[in-house]
């Protein structure tokens, strides 16, 4: 699924329509942040004196308030929803970066999984430290890619009430789950040099070919055992 996007425009000689925004701040450079409020807010940056639109934050959580499922027809209204408030075509917006993941159930304790995956030693990746995961997550960096796996269970208690976790589709509370997510930094080293588009991550080819670039991502890990 899509997770975190950043996405760029440039509207040449028009403006966005930011009244259904709400202003956050303005800085020296002359660029000033805004915000869509959905169920979570996304940013959006405006820079009028090059006319570059920027809108960045996570398309799910923005939508529905929890990254646990979301297809593409899910991508494809917030989109839609989005251009409708900025008066803006954003499907042909180039993309800075973006998150891809899957989530899936495990047998065991997600924090065996977690504690047990190290990064291969003939891999570029740098592994992060934080503490406040406390073992519910885990992620490594590289210039070009950040992968990190966690407990999406976890991650829902923490941010999502009790009373709405069972709306929520293919979620089962009697379940373990695990997420992995590639966080692409150069997504044009996806597609050849080119840049990639908003509208190309709601292509059907274009999600299968991500598919495979994350298995070939999470072979970059070696999951131990956890017995």
Not at 194 to 201: F, I, M, Q, R, T
């Amino acid at each position: 699924m899509i997770d975190y996007i950043s996405a760029t425009k440039c509207l040449h000689k028009d403006s966005p329509n930011l009244s259904n925004c709400k202003w956050v701040s303005s800085n020296e450079m002359g660029i000033d942040r805004y915000q869509i409020i959905g169920q979570k807010p996304m940013n959006v940056l405006w820079n009028p004196s090059v006319s570059l639109l920027t809108i960045e934050g996570s398309i799910p959580y923005f939508a529905q308030g929890h990254n646990f499922s979301f297809d593409r027809h899910n991508y494809i209204e917030a989109i839609q929803y989005m251009q409708a408030l900025l008066d803006v075509g954003l499907w042909d917006a180039w993309l800075n970066e973006f998150e891809y993941g899957v989530v899936f159930a495990v047998q065991g304790k997600p924090t065996d999984y977690i504690r047990n995956h190290i990064a291969g030693t003939s891999s570029r990746l740098k592994e992060c430290i934080n503490g406040r995961d406390n073992g519910k997550g885990k992620w490594w960096v590289s210039p070009s890619v950040d992968l990190k796996i966690y407990d999406p269970k976890a991650n829902l208690r923490g941010k999502v009430k009790l009373i709405d976790r069972a709306n929520i589709v293919g979620y089962n509370p009697e379940l373990e789950y695990l997420k992995f997510e590639a966080h692409f930094n150069k997504p044009h080293l996806l597609n050849a040099g080119v840049n990639l588009s908003v509208e190309d991550l709601q292509c059907p080819d274009r999600l299968s070919s991500l598919n495979d670039i994350l298995v070939s991502q999470y072979k970059l890990l070696h999951p131990m055992r956890t017995w």
